[in-house]
């Protein structure tokens, strides 16, 4: 044997290098997750609230760069400002390199449009909960799905006027009651309207009266997992509520195809975060939080909405008991028939 192969003595204490015959596969099963995943695709339901005008449809479109809004749908329809406050939702299945994902827009037309708008966060209060209900009756089904379709609202992007000024009483009125039982998102629709040093002050405002009414929106500094989470939310929680600009109209500037709004002076390059906020909301959306969304949806919204249904109904229970009990009846809802079923 030469020199150069002859084996070196190991040093005392040294550790010997685990050979490749020690090679388990543990770390296979992220391989796994991901190819399923890939094969069932993924699901996220979006909500978007905010009076007309504000530019709704618009950033969805941005948001994901096709034609995902209600309008774009169905843009001949000429559309008068309902008397009540409708909830109309829309589906596509998307698809990039390879990854599918079902997304529903559900919009909330009729919202703050009234003269009196009393109240008029309660039919989206409901919609949400009916979603957590339908879900809930799928969970408790003697006979259940492989796999419960899943429509609980996911995140809500509430739309904040460009006033420049405070929230309305009706801005903080929703958000108090919602942020309950969703995920929300506050942005500051057509910021492009507002100068730099408005938009600045209006947002430090707007986190101010968000404190002192005790809303809290999402991400929850609550729910944060360790300190690297803590230390990533914070800085997105000091630039809520983001100042956004939507367009999905293109133009050239500097030899590039972007996203913009043209005006007189120039053109507002959505993307750009020298211009407005966009990107960050974007990348909170989509890039970097949208499975957390999802899982505070369904560990803590879902999950309180459950826990205090299922307590009703035993309270329910235990206030009438039957005087003869008898064998019960399995029902299609997963109900005892003597039981009162879950509405």
């Given at each position: 044997m030469s020199e150069a192969t002859k084996p070196q003595p190991q040093a005392k204490g040294e550790k010997t290098p685990i050979s490749d015959t020690s090679y388990v596969g543990i770390d296979a099963i992220l391989e796994q997750m991901r190819r399923k995943a890939m094969k069932q695709g993924f699901e996220f339901n979006v909500m978007v609230v905010g009076q007309s005008g504000l530019g709704k449809s618009t950033l969805m479109n941005t948001l994901f760069k096709s034609k995902v809004s209600r309008k774009s749908v169905q843009?001949?329809?000429e559309e008068r400002i309902p008397k009540t406050v409708e909830i109309k939702s829309v589906s596509h299945d998307v698809e990039e390199k390879g990854v599918r994902m079902k997304l529903t827009v559900i919009d909330t037309p009729g919202f703050g449009d009234q003269i009196n708008n009393e109240n008029c966060w309660q039919p989206i209060m409901k919609f949400i909960n009916d979603q957590y209900e339908t879900y809930l009756q799928e969970e408790i089904n003697i006979n259940r799905k492989k796999r419960i379709p899943d429509t609980r609202v996911h995140c809500c992007i509430y739309f904040i006027p460009p006033t420049g000024h405070c929230l309305r009483p009706l801005d903080v009125e929703?958000?108090?009651?919602?942020?309950?039982?969703?995920?929300?998102?506050?942005v500051i629709a057509k910021a492009d309207t507002l100068t730099l040093e408005e938009r600045d002050s209006f947002k430090k405002t707007i986190r101010e009266e968000l404190r002192a009414n005790g809303i809290d929106v999402y991400p929850q500094k609550e729910f944060d997992e360790d300190a690297e989470d803590r230390m990533i939310n914070d800085k997105i929680r000091e630039m809520i509520p983001?100042?956004?600009v939507g367009s999905d109209q293109e133009y050239q500037v500097n030899g590039k195809r972007i996203l913009g709004r043209k005006t007189k002076w120039g053109t507002i390059e959505v993307e750009n975060i020298a211009h407005c906020e966009f990107a960050y909301l974007r990348d909170l959306l989509i890039r970097t939080h949208m499975q957390n969304i999802k899982d505070i949806t369904c560990s803590i919204h879902y999950e309180t909405y459950r826990v205090r249904r299922l307590n009703e109904s035993n309270i329910l229970f235990t206030s009438n008991p039957p005087d003869h009990p008898a064998p019960a009846t399995p029902?299609?809802?997963?109900?005892?028939?003597?039981?009162?079923s879950v509405e």
């Amino acid at each position: 044997m030469s020199e150069a192969t002859k084996p070196q003595p190991q040093a005392k204490g040294e550790k010997t290098p685990i050979s490749d015959t020690s090679y388990v596969g543990i770390d296979a099963i992220l391989e796994q997750m991901r190819r399923k995943a890939m094969k069932q695709g993924f699901e996220f339901n979006v909500m978007v609230v905010g009076q007309s005008g504000l530019g709704k449809s618009t950033l969805m479109n941005t948001l994901f760069k096709s034609k995902v809004s209600r309008k774009s749908v169905q843009p001949n329809v000429e559309e008068r400002i309902p008397k009540t406050v409708e909830i109309k939702s829309v589906s596509h299945d998307v698809e990039e390199k390879g990854v599918r994902m079902k997304l529903t827009v559900i919009d909330t037309p009729g919202f703050g449009d009234q003269i009196n708008n009393e109240n008029c966060w309660q039919p989206i209060m409901k919609f949400i909960n009916d979603q957590y209900e339908t879900y809930l009756q799928e969970e408790i089904n003697i006979n259940r799905k492989k796999r419960i379709p899943d429509t609980r609202v996911h995140c809500c992007i509430y739309f904040i006027p460009p006033t420049g000024h405070c929230l309305r009483p009706l801005d903080v009125e929703f958000m108090r009651h919602l942020s309950k039982v969703v995920n929300i998102v506050p942005v500051i629709a057509k910021a492009d309207t507002l100068t730099l040093e408005e938009r600045d002050s209006f947002k430090k405002t707007i986190r101010e009266e968000l404190r002192a009414n005790g809303i809290d929106v999402y991400p929850q500094k609550e729910f944060d997992e360790d300190a690297e989470d803590r230390m990533i939310n914070d800085k997105i929680r000091e630039m809520i509520p983001f100042a956004v600009v939507g367009s999905d109209q293109e133009y050239q500037v500097n030899g590039k195809r972007i996203l913009g709004r043209k005006t007189k002076w120039g053109t507002i390059e959505v993307e750009n975060i020298a211009h407005c906020e966009f990107a960050y909301l974007r990348d909170l959306l989509i890039r970097t939080h949208m499975q957390n969304i999802k899982d505070i949806t369904c560990s803590i919204h879902y999950e309180t909405y459950r826990v205090r249904r299922l307590n009703e109904s035993n309270i329910l229970f235990t206030s009438n008991p039957p005087d003869h009990p008898a064998p019960a009846t399995p029902q299609p809802n997963g109900v005892a028939a003597h039981r009162s079923s879950v509405e």
